[in-house]
């Protein structure tokens, strides 16, 4: 089992930033990978980032260059860092980690960019 508390979320202007924290616990070993995905009412989560255990990362096409994922030195830990926010980024983000038994999810937190 593993559980993530999500952190970071808020209100902000367009062209402003966010950071969301992910912290992870429980049986973090068996993490290979983890992410962030973003939600907006009636559609499908989609991926925004992602990072394996050997550091590897990728992102979503609308958000390369603006945001950046990262994690702490013990793994226990993703971060994503929000820049250049735009209205079209307003959602609930989730943290998710992938182990061989499926996906866990975070709770969720909002970030809103107004206009």
């Known amino acids: 089992q593993v559980q993530l508390v999500e952190s970071g979320g808020g209100l902000v202007q367009a062209g402003g930033s966010l950071r969301l924290s992910c912290a992870a616990s429980g049986s973090i070993s068996s993490i290979y990978a983890m992410g962030w995905y973003r939600q907006v009412p009636e559609k499908q989560r989609e991926l925004v980032a992602r990072?394996?255990?050997?550091?590897?990362?990728n992102y979503a096409d609308s958000v390369k260059g603006r945001f950046t994922i990262s994690r702490d030195n013990a793994k226990t830990a993703v971060f994503l860092q929000m820049n250049s926010l735009k209205p079209e980024d307003t959602a609930v983000y989730y943290c998710n980690a992938l182990v061989g038994g499926g996906p866990y999810w975070g709770q969720g937190t909002q970030v809103t960019v107004s206009s």
């Open positions: 990072i394996t255990s050997g550091g590897r990362t």
